[in-house]
C-alpha cells in the first residue's frame, strides 16, 4: 500500500500517518521527493481498508501495490534514485556514469595505471575484483583484502569511487573501510541472506541479474535490500543465458528501458560479461546509454590479453578513453551528460 502526501504536509501530519500505519501491523518505509513524500507499508496490507487513511488529515492518495515488488516499484519513488557517493559523483539522474577496472586486482603498477586511466578518461568510478567466484577451483581467486586495500589507495590517489564484489556475508565487515559500493554478482543474485545482511548496511549495493533470471526475479531479489532500509540499490544487466553460443551471454538490452519504466532504482550495463567479447563491448556500450542506461561497468586492463581473468572482454586502456569520448555524443542525443 502506498500512501502519497500532500505537497504541503506538515511533519506533525506525516508522523501522525505513519502512527496509524504501525498500529495497523505493517511496517513503514519513507521517502521524500521533490514534491511530495511517500509513505509505503510493507506487510499484511490485504486486509486494511484504505478509507482509514485517506481521511487522515495531509493525506493526497492511497492505493494498493499490485506488484510483488513494493519498494523497488517506481510508485514508491516517482522522481527516480539518484545514489549518491562520498567523492562526489552520482549513480542515476541526468548524467552517466562511468565505471572502469580490471576483472581482478593483480598488482599495485595495475590498479594504479588503470585507476589514472579511468580518471584521464572522466570516470568517477573504480571497480575491481578482489574476491573472485571462478568457475574452476584452480584458477585465480582474487587478493582479498589486500588488493582492497591497494584499490582503496589508487581510488584515493585519483579521486574515484570503488566497487568491488561481495561473496557472502562475513567479507561484509572487513570490506567496510575498503568500498563505497557492494557489488553482488550474478551468482549470488537469490542469495537472501547476503541479500538481508547488505540492507542493514548504509553503503549502496549494485546488484547483477542472474544468468537466468527474469527481470521481475531480479526486482524482487533487490526487495530484500530495500526492506532492511538500505534504499541505494543499482540494478545491473550483466547478460542471459540463453541458446545463442556467438557470445558468452546475450545482452538484454530491453531490459533497461523495461526496469527504467518498473523501477525508480538506477540501471548499470555490463557490456563486457554481455557480450564475453572485447570487440562487442563499444557498440553495446552505445546501445545501452540510447536505450537510458545510467552507468556502464566496463572491464580494462593496461595488458589486456595477458589479464588474470577474463581478458576476453576486457579492453585496453586507450579503447577505454575512445569508447568514453564516442559514448559522449550517444549521450548528449538522448537528452543526457557523461
Same mark, same amino acid.
Given at each position: 500500500?502506498?500512501?502519497?502526501?500532500? $505537497? *504541503?504536509?506538515?511533519?506533525?501530519?506525516?508522523?501522525?500517518?505513519?502512527?496509524?500505519?504501525? $498500529?495497523?501491523?505493517?511496517?513503514?518505509?519513507?521517502?521524500?521527493?521533490?514534491?511530495?513524500?511517500?509513505?509505503?507499508?510493507?506487510?499484511?496490507?490485504?486486509?486494511?481498508?484504505?478509507?482509514?487513511?485517506?481521511?487522515?488529515?495531509?493525506?493526497?492518495? %492511497?492505493?494498493?501495490?499490485?506488484?510483488?515488488?513494493?519498494?523497488?516499484?517506481?510508485?514508491?519513488? =516517482?522522481?527516480?534514485?539518484?545514489?549518491?557517493?562520498? *567523492?562526489?559523483?552520482?549513480?542515476?539522474?541526468?548524467?552517466?556514469?562511468?565505471?572502469?577496472?580490471?576483472?581482478?586486482?593483480?598488482?599495485?603498477?595495475?590498479?594504479?595505471?588503470?585507476?589514472?586511466?579511468?580518471?584521464?578518461?572522466?570516470?568517477?568510478?573504480?571497480?575491481?575484483?578482489?574476491?573472485?567466484?571462478?568457475?574452476?577451483?584452480?584458477?585465480?581467486?582474487?587478493?582479498?583484502?589486500?588488493?582492497?586495500?591497494?584499490?582503496?589507495?589508487?581510488?584515493?590517489?585519483?579521486?574515484?569511487?570503488?566497487? +568491488?564484489? %561481495?561473496?557472502?556475508?562475513?567479507?561484509?565487515? =572487513?570490506?567496510? =573501510?575498503?568500498?563505497?559500493?557492494?557489488?553482488?554478482?550474478?551468482?549470488?543474485?537469490?542469495?537472501? *541472506?547476503?541479500?538481508?545482511?547488505?540492507?542493514?548496511?548504509?553503503?549502496?549495493?549494485?546488484?547483477?541479474?542472474?544468468?537466468?533470471?527474469?527481470?521481475?526475479?531480479?526486482?524482487? +531479489?533487490?526487495?530484500?535490500?530495500?526492506?532492511?532500509?538500505?534504499?541505494?540499490?543499482?540494478?545491473?544487466?550483466?547478460?542471459?543465458?540463453?541458446? $545463442?553460443?556467438?557470445?558468452?551471454?546475450?545482452?538484454?538490452?530491453?531490459?533497461?528501458?523495461?526496469?527504467?519504466?518498473?523501477?525508480?532504482?538506477?540501471?548499470?550495463?555490463?557490456? +563486457?560479461?554481455?557480450?564475453?567479447?572485447?570487440?562487442? %563491448?563499444?557498440?553495446?556500450?552505445?546501445?545501452?546509454?540510447?536505450?537510458?542506461?545510467?552507468?556502464?561497468?566496463?572491464?580494462?586492463?593496461?595488458?589486456?590479453?595477458?589479464?588474470?581473468?577474463?581478458?576476453?572482454?576486457?579492453?585496453?586502456?586507450?579503447?577505454?578513453?575512445?569508447?568514453?569520448?564516442?559514448?559522449?555524443?550517444?549521450?548528449?542525443?538522448?537528452?543526457?551528460?557523461?
Amino acid at each position: 500500500m502506498i500512501v502519497a502526501m500532500q $505537497e *504541503n504536509a506538515t511533519e506533525e501530519q506525516i508522523d501522525a500517518v505513519i502512527d496509524v500505519m504501525l $498500529e495497523s501491523g505493517v511496517n513503514v518505509h519513507r521517502t521524500t521527493g521533490a514534491m511530495q513524500t511517500i509513505l509505503a507499508a510493507v506487510g499484511p496490507t490485504a486486509g486494511l481498508d484504505l478509507s482509514k487513511f485517506e481521511v487522515l488529515p495531509g493525506v493526497l492518495h %492511497v492505493h494498493r501495490i499490485s506488484s510483488p515488488y513494493k519498494l523497488a516499484g517506481r510508485a514508491f519513488r =516517482p522522481d527516480g534514485t539518484v545514489v549518491a557517493f562520498p *567523492n562526489g559523483a552520482a549513480i542515476g539522474g541526468g548524467k552517466v556514469a562511468m565505471i572502469g577496472g580490471p576483472c581482478s586486482i593483480e598488482n599495485r603498477e595495475q590498479i594504479f595505471a588503470i585507476a589514472l586511466a579511468v580518471k584521464a578518461a572522466g570516470g568517477r568510478f573504480l571497480r575491481g575484483g578482489a574476491f573472485k567466484p571462478r568457475s574452476s577451483p584452480y584458477s585465480f581467486q582474487g587478493l582479498g583484502i589486500p588488493g582492497l586495500e591497494l584499490m582503496r589507495e589508487a581510488a584515493d590517489a585519483n579521486g574515484l569511487a570503488t566497487v +568491488s564484489e %561481495v561473496m557472502e556475508i562475513a567479507q561484509i565487515e =572487513p570490506m567496510l =573501510p575498503y568500498v563505497d559500493c557492494f557489488q553482488v554478482g550474478a551468482r549470488n543474485m537469490q542469495n537472501f *541472506n547476503l541479500l538481508r545482511e547488505l540492507g542493514q548496511v548504509r553503503k549502496p549495493v549494485l546488484l547483477k541479474r542472474g544468468i537466468a533470471a527474469t527481470i521481475e526475479e531480479l526486482l524482487l +531479489s533487490s526487495e530484500y535490500i530495500l526492506s532492511g532500509g538500505n534504499y541505494d540499490v543499482i540494478l545491473c544487466e550483466r547478460g542471459i543465458r540463453t541458446y $545463442e553460443t556467438a557470445t558468452r551471454n546475450t545482452m538484454d538490452i530491453s531490459a533497461i528501458p523495461v526496469l527504467k519504466k518498473l523501477s525508480h532504482l538506477p540501471v548499470v550495463a555490463d557490456p +563486457s560479461h554481455g557480450t564475453g567479447r572485447r570487440d562487442m %563491448v563499444a557498440p553495446m556500450a552505445k546501445a545501452a546509454v540510447a536505450a537510458g542506461a545510467d552507468a556502464l561497468l566496463i572491464e580494462i586492463h593496461p595488458n589486456a590479453d595477458k589479464a588474470v581473468s577474463d581478458a576476453a572482454q576486457t579492453m585496453y586502456l586507450e579503447d577505454f578513453a575512445r569508447l568514453t569520448g564516442e559514448l559522449r555524443t550517444i549521450a548528449q542525443a538522448v537528452g543526457r551528460t557523461l
